[in-house]
């Protein structure tokens, strides 16, 4: 296909950052990528691997020239990050990001880029590891990235956009910014606040040590330490930015959580058994969607014994 | 190695049943396997699969001349099982059960078996899969076997029940019911609440769809559903006859979630920042310990391709 940008500026090279350089590198080799973070360290790892053609010294460098920039830098990071490269901008660059929440991102990239083409996105992909080694190019494979065009952006540039997630792999879905707040707050960001709880929770402990919670952690434990290792900044700024939406998803979580806690408390078997059976049917849907691995346990691979 | 008994009876032929005779058959094929399931189908199931060497048509009739009796059925279905199989009980012969809660079942199955040899186990173990198909001979490698056994159980029964652990790859440790029933509350009892909690409220919203929840599951909501997609009957069982430690675990992971969600409410960014740090050094402990995949996203294999 005929790239839909000449060159392609990403700032942050984190794991999405790294993640993206890399999926434009295998499919659209004819692109020009050129690259910064705000890290020095991460700036001088990203040359070593040559991540991007290009590692610039400064935003404002990285971005000239190039015909779409994507921020993939923490929430709370857009707008300084939005500032620094606003200098080295080209005219009629089109501006994205790849943040997990919408409209605090939208407000923020208009008012640091005033009259610039902006159409934010969010790529719902990523593992629990950080850096730009852990970035690979097929994170985006089979994954929806989501777009929240603002009501006055150039179909033009939604397609040109829509036609790059697509060549990595993505299936492209546009929504406006604030139901895809509402989306994720409850496929995403509520889950990782409970993550973050539940393994806190079981870390401060009296009568159990930290020793016996990593033990007997296959009991279903571990699966949620997977999250709760995901980068902190990141959803620190997930958190303040959607705020809204989080808390009003953890008025219903809690509702909820009341009442099988009720349940629990009457020894009342029927309310349990009742919910524990509606719920096993979103995982069937999950998988036949190809939204997750079909195999018990996520396929893991630790029933091999090949681990000490 | 010599085999630490002669017959093996397993009542109950599910996930964790079928299991532990696909793994005595593997690792102590010199052991003699009777099996028995009040499903008829499971039953007819386990045949056709040649399970174990003798399905029978009754729990007496599989008990008989068995010198270890595993219960491998619903913590709350213990009672009636040991009632069922009461008659066919050879003296001497050594019970155990597979059972997630521990202090009850100890007095349920000390309650149904006067007079016989019971030492408690939990493997801590399985999928979110049911059935005799879904059983694999490798499930307990590297897994914890916690037996409780009572103050007056007979130090070679426990050295038994140990060595057969240990030969089907398990390692064993030894602990009162109580603290179990402790310990399995935070590492397993809490999780799977939590989770079964999550995809309810995800399935019963009104302004975000189930098909939205299921596409943008990749954002860390499907991890949920895999630990939510477990078998009803086995979880109402837990948290009825485990009330009191989950109870307890609620009420701190309820403490806990305030504080975060007043710290969101507050925009208090230092607070979520401080704990989500915090959580990141238990999953490699657990890592490190050898309990669960070191790869990224559980080494999921959705990135592949291979997918729609």
């Known amino acids: 296909m005929t790239a839909p940008f000449g ?11 790294s993640s993206l350089a890399r999926a434009i590198r295998a499919a659209l080799p004819a692109i020009a990528l050129s690259g910064y973070d705000a890290d020095p360290a991460v700036r001088a790892r990203a040359g070593e ?32 990050a939005a500032q620094a490269m ?25 008012q640091a880029l005033p009259g610039h083409r902006i159409i934010p996105a969010h790529p719902v992909a990523g593992t629990e590891q950080s850096g730009p080694d852990a970035g690979f190019a097929s994170l985006f494979r089979n994954r ?3 777009l929240t065009p603002p009501a006055a952006a150039d179909p033009a540039d939604l397609a040109r956009l829509t036609a790059l997630w697509e060549a990595l792999g993505a299936r492209v879905d546009v929504m406006d910014a604030e139901h895809h707040d509402l989306v994720l707050a409850v496929t995403s960001h509520l889950p990782h606040l409970i993550a973050y709880c539940i393994v806190g929770t079981a870390s401060d402990l009296e009568r159990v040590t930290q020793s016996e919670v990593i033990k007997y952690s296959a009991g279903g434990f571990r699966d949620f330490t997977r999250i709760a290792a995901s980068d902190p900044t990141m959803w620190r700024d997930v958190f303040l930015t959607n705020r809204d939406a989080v808390l009003d ?14 349940a629990i408390r009457a020894g009342d078997g029927p309310t349990l058994f009742d919910h524990f059976t509606r719920t096993r049917a979103i995982r069937r849907s999950i998988i036949a969607m190809g939204q997750d691995d ?12 090949a681990k000490p």
């Not at 060159?7 to 950052?17: D, E, F, Q, S, T």
């Open 249 to 262: 998803m953890l008025g219903r979580f809690n509702r909820d959580l009341t009442e099988l806690t009720e």
């Open 7 to 17: 060159k392609v500026a990403v700032i942050g090279l984190g794991l999405l950052g």
């Open 294 to 305: 079909a195999r018990p346990d996520f396929g893991r691979s630790d029933h091999d014994g």
């Open 144 to 146: 929806w990235c989501i």
């Open 49 to 80: 691997i040559a991540l991007v053609d290009d590692v610039a010294d400064t935003a404002a460098q990285a971005v000239s020239g190039a015909d779409l920039v994507v921020l993939c830098v923490p929430v709370g990071a857009m707008a300084t």
């Open 86 to 110: 606003a200098p080295g901008l080209a005219p009629g660059v089109l501006i994205s990001d790849v943040g997990s929440s919408k409209a605090g991102v939208a407000a923020m990239l208009a």
